[in-house]
């Protein structure tokens, strides 16, 4: 299975997760708690290391347990690579055994119950939070109710104060962020024969507190019991819990959290919803100051054995030999107990620490140098990258610029359109109406009216045509006119000269002198003067001068008159040059009658 570490980052505490650890009292005493700054891998002052918010509320604080201490030296771990349900388990079990059973926490009874498993998916192995404590399968354990998974609870890291013990065993290892977590025989190592009947009594003691009915007891009771005391499980206390004193007890961290907040806290760490009921007190009395353990109550522990990675088996001391061992061993005890000697395995043992920090340290700042290193080669590239895109972000504002300066001369270029349109629209409907007005006025003026025969099914167009062709019949009408008084005016006007301009030879035969009556005046003049000539030609005796002094001629004598000189009216006429009409007039003419000089 291939295998990635979850890396370091900076951490993350929320303003809300502050307020939290200030109410539940981890930042009452000074410098108990450090919070990282900027830092994105932990680097943890002299004697402190690394931990989780979400440890701190499971039952966490400095100085931590010994029972933890010597489970993490077993183990072979540190700290950080427990997951906070783990941690709950370890508190839960701590609170069992001083509160419910009424012992110290027991070595064979954890070994009894519990064992590690890796922490990680299929393709991923976790070192932050590598290690899971499990309850064993044929064990009948409390359910905890614990959450499915623990949301961010990596990124909430900080440095907890952590004295050095006066044994290497009792010691936490220096913080080693990326030390590889290594599976031990201890993981699994399972109480011998004789621990499990040393333990017998305390397995069926526990197995009547889950199943005495009416008084049942269950994780979630446990927890909620050590959280709404105040009293942290895994923090070095001066008395056990079952010496536990109220509100005086100078191990309480404050005053006893509300129920509303115990409620909320016990949400955020199992699986337990608003809608489930959150035990604020157990069924059974816990032991404490106010219920003190029963005389001869036994008090059996075995604390966890030093290992240096898997359980070792305790030396046999038969009776030859008690005697010795009694005595080395009270020699040796004398020889530890000298001050002088407790402070050489103290500074030994800190020295130890600070070497191994030390060399830790130095193969950290390798690693950090070459991501440092990586790092730069990283930040080169997205320079390079920055500027390349900075430059394509302002070639593609350029060309958005100009996208935008093409739009928008297309929108005004489509404006313009549509309003040439709409004039032109107009402009046609104005053409179109003259057209119709003018073919109309031929029509009235010259009473013909034509039908296209193949009409071009556009109106303009088809109003044209008729148009063209009532221009065609006017100009036809303009030229015979033209001719016509062409031919007329030598008659009407002998003293003048034809007008080139047709308008100007109309204007001519259009005014106010009435032209006909002229002409036939004119006529009359000449006719007269003719009829003279061919009355003294034929040789009549006319008194002329009594003609002349004639002034108006009756009707009856004049029509009496011309019938009697009809029958010779043919040869005067052709005298005259006019040819005789099929019935001429006999009526009197309307103007009076000429003096002629003879």
Request: glycine fraction near 4%; aromatic fraction near 8%.
């Amino acid at each position: 299975m291939a295998t990635e570490d979850l890396e370091w980052e900076r951490s993350k505490i929320s303003n809300q997760d502050m307020n939290l650890l200030k109410k539940l009292g981890f930042t009452k005493k000074e410098n108990t708690l450090r919070f990282p700054k900027e830092e994105s891998y932990p680097l943890p002052p002299i004697e402190y290391r690394v931990s989780f918010v979400d440890h701190l509320i499971r039952g966490l604080s400095p100085p931590i347990h010994e029972f933890l201490r010597g489970l993490l030296f077993v183990y072979g771990l540190q700290l950080h690579q427990l997951t906070p349900n783990s941690i709950l388990h370890v508190s839960i079990f701590i609170t069992l055994c001083e509160c419910f059973l009424g012992v110290q926490p027991n070595w064979a009874l954890w070994k009894r119950i519990f064992c590690l498993r890796r922490n990680g998916s299929h393709n991923v192995a976790y070192n932050i939070g590598g290690v899971v404590i499990c309850v064993r399968s044929d064990v009948e354990y409390f359910d905890v109710k614990f959450p499915d998974s623990v949301q961010g609870w990596r990124k909430r890291w900080l440095y907890v104060h952590e004295e050095s013990s006066d044994s290497v065993e009792n010691n936490i290892a220096p913080f080693d962020g990326g030390a590889k977590i290594l599976r031990r025989r201890s993981w699994d190592a399972e109480a011998t024969e004789d621990e499990k009947l040393a333990i017998e009594a305390l397995m069926t003691r526990i197995h009547e507190l889950q199943n005495t009915r009416g008084k049942e007891l269950s994780g979630i009771q446990i927890t909620a019991y050590f959280l709404r005391i105040r009293m942290q499980p895994l923090q070095a206390r001066k008395n056990p819990l079952w010496m536990y004193a109220g509100e005086e007890d100078v191990d309480r961290l404050s005053k006893d959290l509300p129920v509303k907040d115990l409620e909320k806290l016990i949400q955020r760490i199992s699986s337990l919803s608003k809608k489930d009921t959150i035990p604020s007190s157990c069924r059974i009395t816990p032991y404490s100051g106010a219920n003190p353990l029963p005389e001869n109550h036994p008090f059996a522990s075995l604390p966890p054995l030093p290992e240096g990675g898997e359980v070792e088996e305790r030396t046999v001391v038969d009776d030859d030999n008690q005697a010795v061992m009694r005595m080395k061993i009270n020699l040796l005890t004398r020889l530890l107990e000298r001050p002088l000697m407790k402070e050489f395995i103290r500074l030994g043992t800190q020295f130890v620490g600070y070497r191994d920090y030390a060399k830790k340290t130095e193969e950290n700042l390798v690693e950090a140098n070459k991501r440092a290193d990586a790092l730069a080669r990283k930040l080169e590239q997205s320079e390079k990258a920055r500027k390349k895109a900075e430059a394509d972000a302002k070639k593609a504002k350029a060309d958005a610029a100009a996208v935008e300066d093409l739009r928008q001369r297309l929108h005004d270029a489509e404006t313009s359109l549509s309003d040439n349109i709409s004039e032109q629209a107009v402009r046609e409907a104005e053409i179109l109406s003259r057209l119709q007005s003018q073919n109309r006025r031929f029509v009235r003026k010259t009473h013909q009216d034509f039908d296209l025969e193949c009409p071009e099914g556009d109106q303009l167009l088809d109003e044209l045509s008729l148009l063209e062709f009532h221009g065609e019949e006017a100009r036809e009408g303009l030229a015979e006119a033209r001719a016509g008084l062409s031919r007329l005016f030598p008659y009407f006007f002998p003293k003048k000269q034809e007008p080139k301009i047709f308008t100007t030879l109309a204007k001519c035969f259009n005014s106010q002198e009435d032209l006909g009556l002229k002409l036939r005046q004119e006529g009359l003049k000449i006719g007269v003067e003719g009829t003279i000539a061919l009355v003294a030609d034929s040789q009549q005796d006319v008194d002329w001068a009594k003609v002349g002094e004639i002034k108006e001629l009756e009707t009856k004598k004049w029509q009496s008159l011309i019938k009697a000189a009809k029958p010779n009216s043919k040869p005067i006429l052709a005298f005259l040059g006019c040819k005789p009409t099929p019935a001429p007039s006999s009526s009197k003419p309307r103007t009076l009658l000429m003096r002629t000089n003879v």
